[in-house]
C-alpha cells in the first residue's frame, strides 16, 4: 500500500494519560498535515510541516498538543494530560512538493481517539 | 471570521435522479474550491478542483460550478448510485505555497435504490 498510513487506527485511553500518533506519509511528499475531526463536522486543521519544519499551527491547538516530523519523513503527534474533549478522528494528510497550487492533499485513513 | 456552510441534514434521493449539494462561504475570497468525499471511519478522498476564475468543472458523473459573486458553489452527481451514498466535503483554499485548506461541515447523501 502506497497511501498515507496512521498508527494506531484506535486509540483508548483515560483522562490525564499522553497519547502519541504516527503518520506515514506518501514517499516523497514533503508536505504534511494534521487535522482533527469531530463528529459531524469536517477536518478542523492542526498543523503544517514542509519537510521538517513545522511551519503553521493552529491557534486552537493548546499547548498539551505537539508535533515533530524529525527526518522530513514521518510525523508524531502526541496530546498530553489528554481530557475527554480531546476525542476525535485525528486526520494526517500529505502532498507532493510543490508543483502547482492545484496539487492536491491524499489523507490517511485516521486515528480515533478515545478519552475516557 | 471565515465560514463555510453545507446542508447540515441529509440528502435523500431516488437512484438514477441528480444529487445536487451546496456550498456556501462568508468573510473568505478562496483561489480554489475543492470538494471530496468521505465514508464513514474513512479520511476524505479528493473529487474535484475548481479555480476560482472557472465557472464549471466536471469530471465523469461529477460536476461542481463555483460562483464567487454568490461566494457559492454546487456539487452535482448525475444518474446518482447507491455506492454515491457518503459524506461530502466542500473545502476552500487560498493561493500561495502553504494552502491551508478550510474545510465545511459536510453534507451526507444516501442515494435510496
Known amino acids: 500500500d502506497t497511501g498515507v498510513s496512521q498508527d494506531p487506527r484506535h486509540k483508548i485511553t483515560k483522562r490525564g494519560q499522553n497519547v502519541t500518533f504516527r503518520c506515514d506519509p506518501i514517499s516523497e511528499h514533503n508536505r504534511l498535515y494534521w487535522y482533527r475531526q469531530t463528529l459531524g463536522q469536517g477536518p478542523e486543521f492542526l498543523t503544517y510541516?514542509?519537510?521538517?519544519?513545522?511551519?503553521?499551527k493552529s491557534r486552537l491547538l493548546s499547548d498539551r498538543f505537539s508535533a515533530e516530523r524529525p527526518k522530513g519523513s514521518f510525523s508524531t503527534l502526541e496530546i498530553q494530560r489528554t481530557e475527554q474533549g480531546d476525542s476525535a478522528m485525528y486526520l494526517c494528510?500529505?502532498?507532493?512538493?510543490?508543483?502547482?497550487?492545484?496539487?492536491?492533499?491524499?489523507f490517511g485513513p485516521g486515528t480515533r481517539l478515545t478519552v475516557l | 471570521s471565515q465560514k463555510i456552510e453545507q446542508n447540515s441534514e441529509a440528502l435523500n434521493i431516488q437512484e438514477g435522479k441528480t444529487a445536487t449539494l451546496t456550498c456556501n462561504y462568508t468573510n473568505y475570497s478562496p483561489a480554489y474550491l475543492q470538494w471530496y468525499r468521505q465514508d464513514p471511519g474513512r479520511g476524505p478522498v479528493f473529487l474535484l478542483l475548481i479555480r476560482e476564475n472557472e465557472k464549471e468543472k466536471r469530471k465523469e458523473r461529477l460536476k461542481v460550478t463555483f460562483d464567487t459573486t454568490l461566494k457559492q458553489s454546487l456539487f452535482h452527481i448525475t444518474a446518482s448510485q447507491p455506492a454515491d451514498s457518503a459524506t461530502y466535503l466542500c473545502a476552500l483554499q487560498g493561493a500561495g505555497g502553504y494552502q491551508k485548506v478550510t474545510f465545511g461541515t459536510g453534507t451526507k447523501l444516501q442515494v435510496i435504490p
Open positions: 494528510a500529505s502532498r507532493p512538493p510543490f508543483r502547482t497550487e492545484t496539487d492536491t492533499q491524499y
Open positions: 510541516f514542509q519537510n521538517e519544519a513545522q511551519l503553521e
